[in-house]
């Protein structure tokens, strides 16, 4: 279990990196470069320059700060979250908590348009509205990283990964998070709000509001994200990805850590290919020696599998091709 409450271990890793900013309007053929050396050395990077209106990323934390504002009784006409909808604390199926908030919401425009007269009963159509255009935003800016990273790894076909998201039954999703800052006093972040795990999807992009708690796993080490420049969008790779890549790209590891002064709210939209679309590695990248280190499977197999599990467990675990299969032999 992901107990939310005691404060760190003292003994716990933490330092600094300087993470990667990637500026997407830069040479392409570089900026390609740049995300595949990011993908292989943390799994993780930021973005500016994206290309996602400003409007549109302010109108959605609009209906955010609106929506988590709300008395508990009217946050949960959402809920229970099951696993779509609002949830508080409880995170999945398997007992996992932590000091959250968060509302999860299918990107399919029907879903998108239901759910919201449940969340929003005053205005629904602002909210659908709010939530259509930016899930419209970072789809587009997430085909456009899929593509890029295609580039970078030298694939003849550039959508290879890109096109596994823009059909309209993906079953990509948006989750909104609140994490109400602690009361402790302390002088950094010291509650868990989110715990250590990794994302099953292709690709996340993270857009938060420029308060301290995102750490990813560097070599075992937790590294604290710097919310700056605010205008970015945080980028990490998922294990989806990491399965296409064969184990050249990291599924990273990460938490959100309650912040002592601030709450902070965060925007994840996590791009996933349809239920019925099959996962292996592209075997452009594989040779007699680098042979697949996973089976194949749908995403509905391996979704299932990550909803049977802990928030911790390593899912990847239960689908390699063999049981030596070591992803850092790669």
């Known amino acids: 279990m992901v107990v939310a409450s005691p404060n760190l271990s003292k003994a716990e890793k933490i330092r600094d990196i300087e993470i990667p900013v990637i500026d997407l309007l830069a040479d392409r053929c570089e900026v390609s470069k740049l995300i595949v050396q990011a993908c292989e050395e943390f799994g993780f990077f930021k973005v ?3 290309g996602v209106p400003h409007d549109v990323i302010t109108r959605m934390e609009q209906q955010g700060y609106e929506f988590f504002a709300q008395p508990a009784s009217g946050k949960q006409q959402a809920g229970p979250a099951n696993p779509y909808g609002y949830g508080c604390k409880n995170i999945g199926l398997k007992g996992d908590i932590g000091e959250v908030e968060y509302l999860l919401l299918q990107t399919n425009p029907l879903s ?34 899929l593509e890029l990273m295609a580039v970078g790894l030298g694939a003849l076909d550039t959508s290879v990964l890109s096109r596994l998201i823009r059909d309209v039954e993906s079953d990509s999703l948006l989750r909104l998070n609140h994490y109400p800052k602690a009361d402790d006093g302390a002088t950094s972040p010291s509650f868990i709000g989110f715990g250590e795990h990794t994302d099953p999807q292709i690709l996340t992009l993270l857009r938060s509001n420029g308060v301290d708690g995102l750490q990813i796993s560097v070599d075992g080490v937790w590294v604290p994200v710097n919310p700056h420049p605010v205008s970015a969008f945080c980028i990490n790779v998922g294990d989806v990805l990491q399965v296409m ?11 959100a850590m309650v912040n002592s002064y601030k709450s902070r709210m965060s925007m994840a939209y996590f791009a996933a290919p349809t239920l019925d679309a099959t996962i292996s590695s592209l075997p452009f990248l594989l040779t007699p020696q680098k042979p697949p280190l996973y089976r194949s499977f749908t995403w509905a ?17 239960h689908f390699k091709a063999r049981p030596d299969a070591d992803e850092n032999s790669i």
């Open 48 to 50: 500016i320059n994206h």
């Open 112 to 145: 998108i348009d239901h759910k919201s007269k449940t969340i929003c009963s005053t205005d629904p159509n602002k909210l659908s509205s709010a939530v259509r255009a930016y899930v419209e935003a970072v789809k587009k800016l997430a085909c456009e990283i």
């Open 245 to 255: 890549t064969n184990g050249r790209f990291l599924s990273v590891r990460h938490r």
């Open 301 to 317: 197999e391996y979704k299932k599998a990550a909803y049977s599990l802990r928030l911790g467990d390593s899912r990847l675990n």
